[in-house]
């Protein structure tokens, strides 16, 4: 793996083309029990341009009321789709077998244009644990930088099959995605970028 920074280590390439369709393929099927759906920020309500599902017993949710893991879905209220065994075995393998296993996945959806502005992770109630990350699609322009809006920040290319572990001193980092460039993958047919992101959310 490359070390962007203490604690973000980025493997290129992690998943091949055929683990990639695989991975795709249970997106999809999650997907079909549990549909995107928009969240809105907190207070104003003003929709995100990422759409969002989940996996796992814990998926992260936004609206007027708040940030926040529950149990079900938004609009269906149904349970969400159970974490793929692909999603657990990448997590044991970069988070290390030893790593409680992860409680949320959470499915975002750029289409070209959607842009996620800098933020910090902080909603999860275990902030020792790692967040790992899966790129699925066309390439991202990602940025990261310290533990302080005004640190420096360094933007990458996370292209289709990348995987990126946060631990550590970047765990609290900000960071965020500038843009999509459509036309970089040939792996989901309509443009766009599916990123998953596995969180411990509760103490072990
Ligand atoms: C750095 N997602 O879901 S993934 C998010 O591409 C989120 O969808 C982006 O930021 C995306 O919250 C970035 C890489 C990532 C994920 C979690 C992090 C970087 C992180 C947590 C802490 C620091
Ligand atoms: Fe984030």
Same mark, same amino acid.
């Given at each position: 793996?490359?070390?962007?920074q203490?604690?973000?280590?980025?493997?290129?390439?992690?998943l091949?083309?055929?683990?990639?369709?695989?991975?795709?393929?249970?997106?999809?099927?999650?997907?079909?029990?549990a549909?995107?759906?928009?969240p809105? !920020?907190?207070r104003?309500?003003?929709?995100?341009?990422?759409? !969002?599902?989940?996996?796992?017993?814990?998926?992260?949710v936004?609206d007027?009321a708040?940030?926040?893991?529950?149990?079900?879905?938004?609009?269906?209220?149904?349970?969400?789709?159970?974490m793929?065994?692909?999603?657990i075995?990448?997590?044991r393998?970069?988070?290390?077998?030893?790593a409680?296993?992860?409680?949320?996945?959470?499915?975002?959806?750029?289409?070209?244009?959607?842009? !996620?502005g800098?933020?910090?992770?902080?909603d999860?109630?275990?902030?020792?644990?790692?967040?790992?990350?899966?790129?699925?699609?066309?390439t991202?322009?990602?940025?990261?930088?310290?533990?302080?809006?005004?640190?420096?920040?360094r933007?990458?290319?996370l292209?289709?099959?990348?995987?990126?572990?946060l631990?550590?001193?970047s765990?609290?980092?900000?960071?965020?995605?500038?843009?999509?460039?459509?036309?970089?993958?040939?792996?989901?047919?309509?443009?766009?970028?599916?990123?998953?992101?596995?969180?411990?959310?509760?103490?072990?």
């Amino acid at each position: 793996a490359l070390e962007l920074q203490p604690g973000c280590l980025w493997w290129p390439g992690f998943l091949d083309r055929a683990a990639q369709e695989a991975l795709l393929a249970d997106v999809r099927t999650a997907l079909a029990a549990a549909p995107l759906f928009t969240p809105s !920020m907190p207070r104003t309500g003003q929709p995100f341009s990422v759409r !969002m599902s989940n996996f796992g017993p814990l998926g992260w949710v936004s609206d007027e009321a708040g940030y926040r893991y529950q149990s079900f879905h938004p609009d269906t209220r149904a349970p969400w789709p159970a974490m793929p065994e692909a999603l657990i075995a990448a997590w044991r393998a970069l988070a290390g077998d030893d790593a409680p296993p992860p409680e949320a996945g959470l499915i975002n959806w750029y289409e070209p244009g959607t842009r !996620m502005g800098l933020h910090q992770d902080r909603d999860e109630r275990d902030l020792t644990a790692p967040v790992l990350s899966l790129s699925l699609g066309d390439t991202a322009v990602f940025r990261i930088g310290g533990a302080q809006r005004r640190d420096p920040t360094r933007s990458i290319r996370l292209a289709s099959g990348d995987a990126l572990l946060l631990s550590g001193p970047s765990r609290l980092a900000f960071h965020g995605v500038d843009r999509i460039i459509p036309g970089t993958s040939t792996l989901i047919g309509p443009p766009g970028r599916f990123n998953l992101t596995l969180r411990r959310v509760t103490p072990p």
